[in-house]
């Protein structure tokens, strides 16, 4: 990300959501990069679970993908955008441990695959997005506890943590 676009990102960060989540702004350009073995979420990542442990209550992420405004395509049929998807939750399987609910559900739209507009109001379309949201939820809870471990995280703070998660959870449905 070049500086000015993370500095926007930092300055909308504060202004919009707070010091407890962290707004990503991820440009066209990287999404078409996609080098398939590092992770532009990476480094967020890391410095929500940083907070997490320093702070002791969740931070959450939410991602915005910048660049396709003049596309009349919708960001999950766009095959680059589904195949970034996939790529950083290979390598990032903790990622949505971190993200909002709303970025969490478009996480799960983007890795389903590109799929037209008729095709993602069918049952069998619904039921496989609800399937795979689900188990991104349990990989997020799975593996966040090694990234906040490797921050510091203690038992007790991995339960607190945890047990908000499940509230959380709970009140999206």
């Known amino acids: 990300m070049n500086a000015l676009k993370q500095f926007e990102a930092e300055r909308i960060n504060v202004s919009i959501k707070g010091p407890d989540s962290i707004l990503i702004i991820v440009p066209r350009e990287e999404i078409e990069a996609n080098p398939p073995t590092k992770s532009y979420l990476?480094?967020?990542?890391?410095?929500?679970?940083?907070?997490?442990?320093?702070e002791r209550k969740p931070c959450t992420i939410e991602i915005i993908i910048d660049g396709y405004n003049r596309d009349s395509r919708e960001l999950y049929e766009i095959p680059e955008v589904c195949e970034w998807a996939r790529k950083e939750y290979r390598l990032l399987p903790g990622l949505s441990f971190f993200l909002t609910d709303d970025s969490r559900l478009r996480f799960c739209g983007w890795l389903c695959g590109s799929v037209t507009k008729d095709e993602i109001v069918t049952d069998s379309f619904l039921e496989k997005l609800d399937e795979l949201r689900m188990r991104f939820i349990v990989d997020g809870v799975y593996h966040s506890e090694s990234i906040l471990r490797d921050k510091g995280a203690d038992e007790s703070l991995l339960k607190e943590i945890y047990l908000k998660q499940i509230a959380r959870a709970k009140e999206a449905k």
């Not at 890391?46 to 442990?53: F, K, L, M, N």
């Open 42 to 54: 990476e480094v967020f990542v890391d410095r929500a679970a940083e907070t997490v442990v320093k």
